[in-house]
């Protein structure tokens, strides 16, 4: 099982930052422009709540991916998370944390999973997964980051 925490701070109210985070509308905006990223079932565009499902449809190492995830926790500004349903992992969840910072937000990114067939998937999390999800998320951060700065500055 891989544990892989992220955070950033943001000089903006924790509210922006926690809307704008579950915008599912942004999403392909925050994430690497090669995977082709978008939304292409459930909440398609607009921001996500308790209860609700996503299905992400995306290419990475080269395949066409789709995950679907539910939004399983849900605490307006603080936290929400979702866990896959279906797609390429054993297992997954996601959990997005915000908590007030000075005069901003720290943003805060836990993502736990597990690879799928046995000690190769283990093998494969460990030498490569690990450090591509960790890029990924830190990618993401950023560019929600610049995204919440140009909403700020108008």
Not at 2 to 22: G, H, K, Q, S, W
Not at 40 to 46: D, E, F, I, K, R
Request: charged letters at 25%; a positive charge.
């Amino acid at each position: 099982m891989a544990y892989i925490e992220t955070d950033i701070y943001v000089n903006a109210p924790i509210e922006l930052c926690f809307d704008m985070a579950r915008d599912i509308s942004l999403h392909s905006e925050t994430v690497w422009a090669h995977t082709k990223e978008r939304a292409v079932g459930g909440v398609v565009s607009g921001v996500i709540g308790l209860g609700q499902e996503v299905t992400f449809e995306a290419r990475h190492f080269g395949i066409r991916q789709r995950l679907t995830a539910r939004v399983i926790e849900f605490d307006r500004p603080y936290v929400f998370a979702e866990v896959m349903l279906k797609g390429a992992f054993k297992t997954l969840k996601h959990t997005h944390m915000f908590e007030v910072s000075g005069n901003g937000t720290l943003m805060k990114d836990v993502l736990v999973f597990t690879s799928p067939f046995g000690m190769i998937g283990k093998l494969f999390e460990a030498v490569v997964l690990e450090r591509y999800m960790k890029a990924f998320l830190v990618y993401r951060q950023r560019k929600l980051k610049e995204l919440i700065k140009q909403r700020i500055q108008g």
